[in-house]
């Protein structure tokens, strides 16, 4: 493999794990504060690429605003499944919780198989994202590069909040200790939503992210990026939101990397990033950026 066609999938692996770690980091600040895996987490991802497209194609909003009212969507989808759906349970064992997701993720997916049908359906961005740039001899879409730019925003801009701002200090104070944030007077019902937001903005992002480099949407679509967004944020230190990034970096330079160098496993590529992460966790079971004293996060 010569320079320019490694540094050209080393962009496009920045581009696939710039879009699970947008994923991950929802994982990673739900388990955080929660210590639930959200399973219905990937399918709100599958919601903001679906509800962008129903604007564009019902409506015929422009893409923009359609996109900016999906990811709104989003927003109030992973609002209302806390309350509907985790809140009753915060004080049912975590096992409650944990069937509670499958479930909702079960129904949203039937749910869009329904309304939608199961068939692949093509989703159609402007052509701005699909322009070819030509740079130092390296050839790709606009698209794989505005992917991870905006994830580098929007990581500093969520890390700021995090650290700079009393809503985050609370987030932070809560995946610490929840209990001791209720004796604190805070209501944690309303920092937990505020995480569920935060976590489906992304996700929603994600997906629509997601549709324009893959222009094919399904309702079952967030299945496997889900599985993936997930052990990005184990790889990386669950709980953490900078290892959720760092992990979904990783995983999509290895999925990338590993078609590139061995083609003949194109089919296993798949594979290639579970036992990737199997080796990791073997080695280190809190992640890379997990901390062998501490069992709660701090983000």
Not at 79 to 106: E, H, N, Q, W
């Amino acid at each position: 493999m010569d320079s320019l066609t490694f540094f050209q999938q080393c962009i496009n692996g920045l581009s696939l794990g710039s879009m699970y770690a947008l994923i991950a980091i929802g994982y990673t600040m739900v388990y955080g504060c929660l210590r639930l895996i959200n399973f219905a987490h990937a399918d709100i991802m599958m919601v903001g690429a679906f509800f962008s497209f129903f604007g564009m194609s019902s409506f015929g909003l422009p893409f923009y605003a359609s996109a900016a009212l999906a990811i709104l969507f989003c927003m109030l989808l992973g609002m209302g499944i806390d309350k509907v759906a985790y809140m009753p349970l915060r004080s049912a064992p975590r096992i409650s919780m944990l069937i509670t997701a499958i479930g909702v993720s079960f129904f949203l997916e039937n749910l869009f198989s329904v309304v939608f049908g199961s068939s692949p359906t093509a989703y159609e961005a402007p052509a701005f994202f699909s322009q070819n740039i030509q740079f130092l001899g390296l050839n790709f879409m606009s698209i794989t590069i505005i992917i991870p730019i905006v994830t580098l925003v929007l990581l500093v801009v969520l890390l700021q909040f995090l650290y700079k701002t009393k809503q985050g200090m609370a987030i932070r104070a809560t995946a610490f200790d929840i209990n001791t944030v209720r004796l604190m007077g805070i209501n944690v019902n309303n920092i937990i939503a505020l995480v569920f937001a935060i976590g489906s903005i992304l996700a929603g992002i994600g997906g629509i992210f997601y549709a324009i480099s893959y222009p094919t949407i399904t309702p079952l679509m967030g299945v496997l990026i889900g599985l993936k967004a997930f052990a990005a944020a184990v790889l990386g230190g669950i709980g953490s939101v900078g290892g959720a990034v760092l992990g979904g970096f990783i995983l999509g330079f290895t999925e990338i990397m590993v078609v590139a160098f061995f083609p003949e496993f194109s089919g296993y590529k798949d594979a290639f990033a579970f036992l990737f992460l199997i080796l990791v966790l073997l080695f280190r079971p809190v992640g890379i950026m997990g901390d062998w004293r501490l069992e709660k996060s701090r983000f």
